[in-house]
């Protein structure tokens, strides 16, 4: 299986700050890397897939890079709603597996 | 406006089953894979299986496999899982997914807003 490594597993920034989230895979996975949010008591929300493109609505100060195994997600300038955990997905192979997620605070 | 509501959690005992179901609407329903994916009171989010746009595959995360069946009533607009032989470790919120791409898909667009189960005597 697949493991993926998030880090930080958690931060605290403040508002108007840039975070930025690593996801670390065991192997290539090429591009077949999605991220997600999800915010206390709700169901995660789709942010970005194939590592860099957005999913339709999502705003773009959110924006995801790398391939093979090295991967980020970068929030620029956050804002209340953003303070919510982060998960990375990969879907290269089966079983899927998600990271271990990265919550951010508010400092 | 694509929506998936769950349904069909709730309290069960260790041993038993319990079939938790997913309404698709605003997509045509028969054109995508569809996944679950449950969450542990206070940990993260655990894969647990897809099933493509027809039902003809199906996978299953291992900790799932035998005890957990997907399936999907196209007709219905409906994915299901059947969860049986349920143990407390399988407490959580079980969310549906859909997946966009051929077969059984690749990543995950919509989320439903999931069903709790708890296994407990």
């Known amino acids: 299986d697949i493991q993926l490594t998030q880090s930080p597993s958690s931060l605290s920034a403040s508002v108007g700050d840039r975070v930025i989230i690593t996801c670390r895979a065991s192997?290539?996975?090429?591009?077949?890397l999605a991220w997600f949010q999800q915010r206390p008591g709700k169901a995660p929300k789709s942010l970005i897939y194939?590592?860099?493109s957005l999913q339709e609505g999502v705003p773009s100060k959110f924006t995801g890079d790398g391939s093979g195994t090295d991967f980020t997600l970068t929030i620029s300038s956050l804002q209340p709603e953003d303070f919510a955990t982060y998960y990375c997905q990969q879907y290269n192979s089966y079983p899927r597996t998600f990271g271990q997620g990265t919550k951010v605070e508010i400092k | 406006q694509v929506q998936l509501v769950e349904s069909g959690g709730g309290v069960v005992q260790p041993g038993r089953s319990l079939r938790l179901s997913c309404a698709v609407s605003?997509?045509?329903?028969?054109?995508?894979?569809m996944q679950w994916v449950r969450q542990a009171p206070g940990k993260g989010l655990e894969w647990v299986a897809v099933?493509?746009?027809?039902?003809?595959?199906?996978f299953y995360a291992d900790s799932m496999k035998g005890r957990f069946t997907i399936s999907r009533d196209n007709s219905k607009n409906t994915l299901y899982l059947q969860m049986n032989s349920l143990k407390p470790d399988d407490t959580a919120v079980y969310y549906c997914?859909?997946?966009?791409?051929?077969?059984?898909?690749?990543?995950?667009?919509?989320w439903g807003q999931g069903t709790p189960v708890t296994v407990s005597s």
């Open positions: 605003g997509v045509t329903f028969s054109s995508y894979a």
């Open positions: 997914a859909r997946v966009l791409g051929s077969n059984t898909g690749t990543y995950i667009d919509y």
């Open positions: 099933i493509s746009y027809d039902g003809s595959k199906t």
């Open positions: 192997q290539d996975i090429s591009n077949a």
């Open positions: 194939g590592a860099s």
